[in-house]
């Protein structure tokens, strides 16, 4: 048999095409960043991130959760953007999480009823675009929610309005700090008297939900030891709005609720998955053990069922953060309105603004996947 | 692979572009591409037809019967506040004529160009009557709604911080959004150019429930705008709106120009309408007449005011600042000579 030449071996074909692609795709590259470059040049722009912190903002947000006004500079609302968009993000993922769950649960449940509402909820939430949801929420909240002059009120303490939901401000004062003291040493003291109990499981919740209940009275008794330290700052109409107090204004509550509502159908149909894939067998084998269905699902069923779960639900996760984008639709300053809205608007800097845009949400995927991953390796099941 | 190289030549083909003229670009396109407002009545807006009518509307029109003789060769790219100069400076469009306040950082900074002031405007506050406010000193604790990436939202600012006043911003889109949070409460006023708040005022149910506050609290000078470095398209969008401005003046209007354009006396007008010499036109790239195409198919400034804003519209604004400086007006144009 003879040889056959290099460049006819299929060793050196692969290696050669390998090359060739990595190649190329730097040429791309290259003659992009050159293109950049050379409309750069020709429109006569700079490149640079300077704008933000030389340049005050000059305009004002309406939710900000760090200290901020008008004279501050992009980049300190570039934050508060930010700091809006990990809020909406959070509150957004525990609750479509909670609400996937139980949907997700419901949907398995052998009344015929329960399983059908369930099924109507994913079916809906699952196959309306996101958008729509949000523009239908925020409709909602701003037409049938009253006038501030006319705000439903529970209590005289809490008001709903269609400016926002106002609640009561709770001002701590330093005698707070040594309830909390005893509140968590009493908690502390159970979870080390709970280690003791590990053998018998039923002993050690019974001292579980004594610690508890005991915590919380000393707490209590040193609540009013420490005479009353907290206060409330009740919101009161005052000209145009309620004043005092927090709120939650509508376009927080309806993208946060829409994007909630959304995923909750998807993470949904992954736990109805993740529940399914789990063998019958196992849930027979429990049954004839005589454990009850809540602990079957608990400690039998859910377990393996992660396994499956997880990995979806780290896109589910993901998709909920990157959607969040979409509060420009209905006014919500997150950092695409800030950072990459106004600020892009007023400064010009849409090169530089939409690539910090683009890098921050990037980052914040691979945290929520980089957390998934390390939870996923947890509930793996070993020697699988 | 095949299609990377798609990719490649399109992105080589703009590049190359990127530095032609854009009166040719035009030419060979066979239409101007001009920006406008997403919807503001007496601006842009669309009639019972479908066809964009207004203000604005009608300089992309002049510009367009400027270059091509018909002013109907103008197709339009509806843009927001926030993407109007992005749009402009990408080579989108090739004017953007969308109630634009020219000021300094835009026109040194964002590297565009001004040609001219079609409208002095300065913002204001509309407020629903019922509320019994008399004045803007009396909007404290406000939820004011307001466009995003707009001067009146840094007005805004300036000007409740300067009369230490607090407020809630509501910030919207789109003029239609901002009417849309207004009329259900999400706000108590709404800010933006007087002009735009006479069209919004216009578009509710019952505009009479509805007061404009007198306090102006800025100058808005709006004008049309073109990417800067091609003085040549430049001079042919400013002098399109200085032909509108000047045919006013001189009496000019779309009922006598095809006969004073068969002969006059008055010789700044025969300059004007192309019968005798205009030194330097042929360097625009036009035709002799094209004053006379503009002002026979769009009208003299007075009649494009008169049709989209002026007191026979429901929006019934009084010229005012934007009268001739010859009744005391801020119109004014250099002669054409």
């Given at each position: 048999m003879t040889a056959l030449a290099i460049w006819r071996q299929e060793s050196t074909r692969f290696v050669a095409l390998q090359i060739g692609g990595v190649l190329l795709i730097f040429a791309l590259i290259a003659w992009l960043l050159g293109n950049v470059a050379a409309n750069f040049a020709a429109l006569d722009k700079t490149f640079g991130f300077g704008f933000l912190w030389e340049l005050p903002a000059n305009y004002d947000i309406n939710q900000t959760l760090i200290d901020y006004s008008a004279q501050s500079t992009h980049l300190r609302a570039a934050l508060v953007g930010l700091l809006n968009t990990f809020l909406v993000a959070a509150i957004g993922i525990v609750l479509a999480t909670i609400l996937g769950f139980a949907v997700g649960a419901l949907r398995l449940s052998e009344n015929w009823l329960v399983s059908r509402l369930a099924s109507a909820y994913v079916e809906f939430t699952r196959n309306t675009p996101v958008l729509l949801l949000i523009l239908l929420w925020h409709g909602i909240i701003i037409n049938t929610l009253p006038h501030p002059r006319q705000a439903l009120s529970?209590?005289?303490?809490?008001?709903?309005?269609?400016?926002?939901?106002?609640?009561?401000?709770?001002?701590?004062?330093?005698?707070?700090?040594?309830?909390?003291?005893?509140?968590?040493?009493?908690?502390?003291?159970?979870?080390?008297?709970?280690?003791r109990q590990r053998d018998t499981p039923a002993r050690r919740l019974s001292v579980a939900v004594a610690g508890v209940v005991f915590s919380v009275a000393l707490a209590a008794i040193a609540f009013f030891l420490a005479g009353n330290p907290i206060r409330f700052e009740t919101p009161a109409l005052r000209g145009f709005n309620y004043q005092g107090g927090l709120s939650l204004i509508p376009e927080l509550v309806?993208?946060?609720?829409?994007?909630?509502?959304?995923?909750?159908?998807?993470?949904?149909?992954?736990?109805?998955?993740?529940?399914?894939?789990?063998?019958?067998?196992q849930t027979d084998a429990a049954r004839s053990l005589g454990l009850p269905r809540i602990r079957i699902?608990?400690?039998?069923?859910?377990?393996?069922?992660?396994?499956?779960?997880?990995?979806?639900?780290?896109?589910?996760?993901?998709?909920?953060?990157?959607?969040?984008?979409?509060?420009?639709?209905?006014?919500?300053?997150?950092?695409?309105?800030?950072?990459?809205?106004?600020?892009?608007?007023?400064?010009?800097?849409?090169?530089?603004?939409?690539?910090?845009?683009?890098?921050?949400?990037?980052?914040?995927?691979?945290?929520?996947?980089?957390?998934?991953?390390?939870?996923?390796?947890?509930?793996?099941?070993?020697?699988? | 692979m095949k299609r990377i190289l798609g990719i490649a030549a399109a992105?080589?083909?703009?590049?190359?572009?990127?530095?032609?003229?854009?009166?040719?670009?035009?030419?060979?396109?066979?239409?101007?591409?001009?920006?406008?407002?997403?919807?503001?009545?007496?601006?842009?807006?669309?009639?019972?037809?479908?066809?964009?009518?207004?203000?604005?509307?009608?300089?992309?029109?002049?510009?367009?019967?400027?270059?091509?003789?018909?002013?109907?060769?103008?197709?339009?790219?509806?843009?927001?506040?926030?993407t109007r100069f992005t749009a402009l400076r990408s080579r989108e469009i090739d004017v953007l004529s969308r109630n634009t306040t020219w000021t300094f950082s835009r026109d040194v900074d964002l590297q565009l160009t001004f040609i001219g002031v079609n409208y002095y405007d300065g913002q204001g506050f509309m407020i629903p009557k019922k509320l019994g406010i008399k004045?803007?000193?009396?909007?404290?604790?406000?939820?004011?709604?307001?466009q995003t990436g707009t001067t009146t939202e840094l007005n805004l600012s300036d000007y409740f911080r300067a009369n230490k006043m607090t407020y809630q911003p509501v910030p919207v889109e789109t003029n239609s959004e901002a009417l849309t949070n207004y009329l259900a409460g999400r706000c108590d006023v709404y800010t933006?150019?007087?002009?735009?708040?006479?069209?919004?005022?216009?578009?509710?149910?019952?505009?009479?429930?509805?007061?404009?506050?007198?306090?102006?609290?800025s100058k808005e000078p709006l004008g049309p705008v073109v990417r800067q470095g091609d003085d040549q398209w430049a001079d042919i969008v400013r002098w399109t709106l200085n032909a509108l401005i000047a045919a006013e003046e001189h009496g000019v209007s779309s009922a006598n120009v095809r006969k004073l354009a068969t002969g006059t006396s008055n010789p700044e007008i025969a300059r004007l309408l192309g019968k005798s010499e205009l030194q330097g036109r042929a360097r625009l790239g036009l035709a002799p007449d094209w004053v006379v195409k503009i002002i026979a198919q769009v009208g003299n400034y007075g009649e494009v005011f008169g049709r989209n804003l002026g007191p026979d519209t429901p929006l019934g604004i009084a010229r005012g600042l934007n009268g001739m400086w010859t009744r005391g007006g801020l119109m004014y144009a250099p002669p054409f000579r």
């Open positions: 529970i209590a005289d303490s809490v008001f709903l309005t269609n400016r926002g939901v106002y609640v009561p401000k709770p001002l701590f004062e330093v005698g707070f700090l040594y309830v909390l003291a005893v509140f968590f040493a009493g908690l502390g003291a159970t979870w080390l008297l709970c280690r309806a993208l946060t609720w829409a994007l909630a509502f959304y995923t909750s159908g998807f993470i949904a149909e992954n736990v109805r998955a993740g529940i399914m894939s789990v063998d019958c067998g699902l608990r400690l039998i069923v859910l377990p393996q069922a992660m396994r499956v779960i997880v990995p979806p639900l780290t896109s589910s996760y993901l998709d909920l953060t990157k959607n969040s984008s979409l509060a420009i639709a209905i006014g919500y300053m997150d950092l695409v309105a800030t950072l990459g809205g106004i600020t892009l608007n007023q400064t010009g800097r849409e090169m530089e603004a939409m690539l910090l845009v683009m890098a921050v949400y990037l980052l914040i995927s691979l945290t929520i996947a980089a957390f998934m991953n390390w939870y996923n390796n947890r509930v793996r099941l070993p020697g699988r | 992105g080589l083909l703009l590049a190359g572009h990127a530095n032609a003229a854009t009166l040719d670009e035009v030419r060979a396109r066979g239409h101007l591409q001009c920006g406008i407002n997403t919807g503001l009545v007496g601006f842009a807006a669309p009639d019972d037809k479908g066809v964009w009518r207004g203000f604005d509307v009608d300089f992309c029109r002049a510009v367009a019967a400027a270059v091509f003789g018909d002013a109907d060769k103008v197709k339009f790219t509806n843009l927001t506040g926030k004045s803007a000193k009396e909007l404290s604790g406000a939820s004011v709604c307001i933006t150019d007087a002009s735009g708040l006479a069209a919004t005022r216009v578009a509710t149910d019952n505009p009479e429930a509805h007061v404009v506050l007198p306090e102006i609290i």
